[in-house]
């Protein structure tokens, strides 16, 4: 595949809401630009370091000892759902506590969104391994910077996006009910990592 394929294919990913889009966007509507630079900063960190893992093989750790996975699974399943619980007692409280409480860990907050979703050390192994001119390591070096960059550019926009006062005005009209379905949004993918993990336990 050629490099302006991955980047396309890359750029589906990124917009398909999982996770990551919704920790942006949500950060987008609540937070400053600042903050959004800094989760963003974060979740492609977390991507940095999948990448770094499957070119160092270890999406092979991951087929052959499928217990990694699941725990892997298993604790992101499990951070999701603090995510989850974190926007749940936010809805019950004054903005000026929520951001007192939220102090400065945004980074944090972004690398372990990132970091829940062990598929993607699959996904980055495919797509070395579909590398155009075989996967040399001038070639892997530019394709990581290229994701990196596109996934900042595309998340950073999009946490901008949603900052837009029109969309920040809706968000404190409708506090609570927004708060309540995207905490339930992040129990969702929590219980899709969970379904997945059950799955895989092949019981
Ligand atoms: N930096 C990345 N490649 N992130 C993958 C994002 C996947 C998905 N769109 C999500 O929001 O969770």
Redesign the pocket.
């Given at each position: 595949m050629s490099f302006i394929g991955i980047l396309i294919l890359?750029f589906f990913?990124?917009?398909?809401?999982?996770?990551?889009?919704l920790l942006v966007s949500r950060t987008g509507i609540t937070d400053s630009k600042v903050a959004v630079c800094q989760v963003v900063a974060g979740?492609?960190t977390g991507?940095l370091i999948w990448m770094i893992l499957s070119i160092l093989g270890l999406h092979i750790l991951f087929q052959t000892y499928p217990v990694v996975n699941q725990l892997v699974m298993l604790g992101g399943a499990c951070y999701l759902m603090v995510l989850a619980y974190g926007i749940a007692v936010q809805s019950n409280q004054e903005v000026a506590e929520v951001k007192k409480i939220q102090g400065q860990f945004y980074f944090l907050k972004g690398l372990m969104c990132?970091l829940s979703n062990p598929k993607a050390i699959i996904y980055f192994a495919s797509i070395f391994s579909a590398l155009p001119l075989g996967s040399d390591i001038t070639n892997i070096l530019i394709i990581i910077t290229l994701l990196l960059i596109e996934?900042f550019v595309c998340f950073v926009g999009l946490g901008i996006l949603f900052s837009h006062s029109t969309i920040k005005r809706t968000y404190y009209q409708y506090t609570k009910k927004i708060d309540i379905v995207s905490s339930f949004i992040f129990v969702f993918f929590a219980l899709l990592l969970l379904i997945k993990f059950f799955v895989s336990l092949d019981l």
């Amino acid at each position: 595949m050629s490099f302006i394929g991955i980047l396309i294919l890359q750029f589906f990913a990124l917009i398909i809401p999982g996770p990551d889009f919704l920790l942006v966007s949500r950060t987008g509507i609540t937070d400053s630009k600042v903050a959004v630079c800094q989760v963003v900063a974060g979740i492609c960190t977390g991507a940095l370091i999948w990448m770094i893992l499957s070119i160092l093989g270890l999406h092979i750790l991951f087929q052959t000892y499928p217990v990694v996975n699941q725990l892997v699974m298993l604790g992101g399943a499990c951070y999701l759902m603090v995510l989850a619980y974190g926007i749940a007692v936010q809805s019950n409280q004054e903005v000026a506590e929520v951001k007192k409480i939220q102090g400065q860990f945004y980074f944090l907050k972004g690398l372990m969104c990132n970091l829940s979703n062990p598929k993607a050390i699959i996904y980055f192994a495919s797509i070395f391994s579909a590398l155009p001119l075989g996967s040399d390591i001038t070639n892997i070096l530019i394709i990581i910077t290229l994701l990196l960059i596109e996934s900042f550019v595309c998340f950073v926009g999009l946490g901008i996006l949603f900052s837009h006062s029109t969309i920040k005005r809706t968000y404190y009209q409708y506090t609570k009910k927004i708060d309540i379905v995207s905490s339930f949004i992040f129990v969702f993918f929590a219980l899709l990592l969970l379904i997945k993990f059950f799955v895989s336990l092949d019981l």
